[in-house]
């Protein structure tokens, strides 16, 4: 069974930086198994942000966030990071970690696959 739990978010003001991890179980590392962080703001749609192949660590990213997010992954501690840079406003939301139902040999930038989702860490930004 997967289990997913993330955690790093809090309070920060514009510019600043945050690492968010997601410690996995049961996501085996050295086969085709995709991780993801999404984002949902208050009001508005769960947005995708990036993912990682755990085998071979391959990132894709949504395109509204590349530059400023870079997603990585410990394979000895199974563990995804995601690193928030140059943080804006608009970043404030609740980042969620996801992982598909199996390997697959879908690319892991196949945004509706995700099915398993930690409980989320907060992120605040502000002015």
């Known amino acids: 069974q997967v289990k997913l739990v993330e955690s790093g978010g809090g309070s920060v003001q514009t510019g600043g930086s945050l690492r968010l991890s997601c410690a996995t179980s049961g996501v085996t590392y050295n086969t085709a198994n995709c991780v993801a962080w999404f984002r949902r703001a208050p009001g508005k749609e769960r947005e995708e942000v990036a993912s990682?192949?755990?085998?071979?660590?391959?990132?894709y990213y949504a395109k509204s966030m590349k530059g400023r997010f870079a997603i990585s992954q410990d394979r000895a501690n199974k563990t995804v990071y995601l690193q928030l840079t140059d943080l804006k406003p608009d970043d404030s939301a609740t980042y969620y970690c996801?992982?598909?139902?199996?390997?697959?040999?879908?690319?892991?930038?196949?945004?509706?696959?995700?099915?398993?989702w930690g409980q989320g860490t907060p992120v605040t930004v502000s002015t």
């Open positions: 990682i192949l755990t085998r071979t660590g391959l990132s």
């Open positions: 996801a992982a598909k139902g199996g390997a697959s040999w879908d690319p892991c930038d196949m945004w509706s696959q995700y099915s398993t």
